[in-house]
T-cell receptor, first 112, second 112 residues
């Protein structure tokens, strides 16, 4: 069974600080996605990474896929209160079915 | 596009009652997914369909749960009989491929 472990589970920081969220597995994933979920809403896709070593930037968010495609990280620069939410990583297994495997999520609170 | 539509948004029912959750996917999307989210277990895939055909129902917890997709624009998730441990937020998501998924707003189910 493929599993994705996220760390930390909870993060509370002040506005302006930087942070990194990690998503790790012992299995290889054909692609990996990051979602953000706000209270009372469904997860919203932020990015998909496909190639080992790939780095994608979305404004103040930087996403990286590990060289071996077993891990990923999300780095936020100068966090803002609007970044508050639940961040989920999700991966497609090597069998490349439609099924996504989700991590447990990282709850981020950015205080003004 | 209106996005994925789910109804009802909130459902409160008594133990033993039948519950039916509804989902309208985004037009043109070939994949439809049902998830359950709880604090303890995170986001769990229950079942997914490709072109209206169930592909993987290994996440359906018990025979009390059933899902149907009679056509490309409608799916239901039924729980009969419901139990308090079924209380959770149920999400429907659709996808145009086996990559990015678009989530609905969820149905918050409370079974008393």
């Amino acid at each position: 069974t493929q599993l994705l472990e996220q760390s930390p589970q909870f993060l509370s920081i002040q506005e302006g600080e930087n942070l990194t969220v990690y998503c790790n597995s012992s299995s290889v994933f054909s692609s990996l996605q990051w979602y953000r979920q706000e209270p009372g809403e469904g997860p919203v896709l932020l990015v998909t990474v496909v190639t080992g070593g790939e780095v994608k930037k979305l404004k103040r968010l930087t996403f990286q896929f590990g060289d071996a495609r077993k891990d990923s990280s999300l780095h936020i620069t100068a966090a803002q209160p609007g970044d508050t939410g639940l961040y989920l990583c999700a991966g497609h297994g090597s069998s490349n079915t439609g099924k996504l495997i989700f991590g447990q999520g990282t709850t981020l609170q950015v205080k003004p | 596009d209106a996005g994925v539509i789910q109804s009802p948004r909130h459902e409160v029912t008594e133990m033993g009652q039948e519950v039916t959750l509804r989902c309208k996917p985004i037009s043109g999307h070939d994949y439809l997914f049902w998830y359950r989210q709880t604090m303890m277990r995170g986001l769990e895939l229950l079942i997914y369909f490709n072109n209206n055909v169930p592909i993987d129902d290994s996440g359906m917890p018990e025979d009390r749960f059933s899902a149907k997709m009679p056509n490309a624009s409608f799916s239901t998730l039924k729980i009969q009989p419901s139990e308090p441990r079924d209380s959770a937020v149920y999400f429907c998501a659709s996808s145009p491929s086996n990559y990015e998924q678009y989530f609905g707003p969820g149905t918050r189910l409370t079974v008393t």
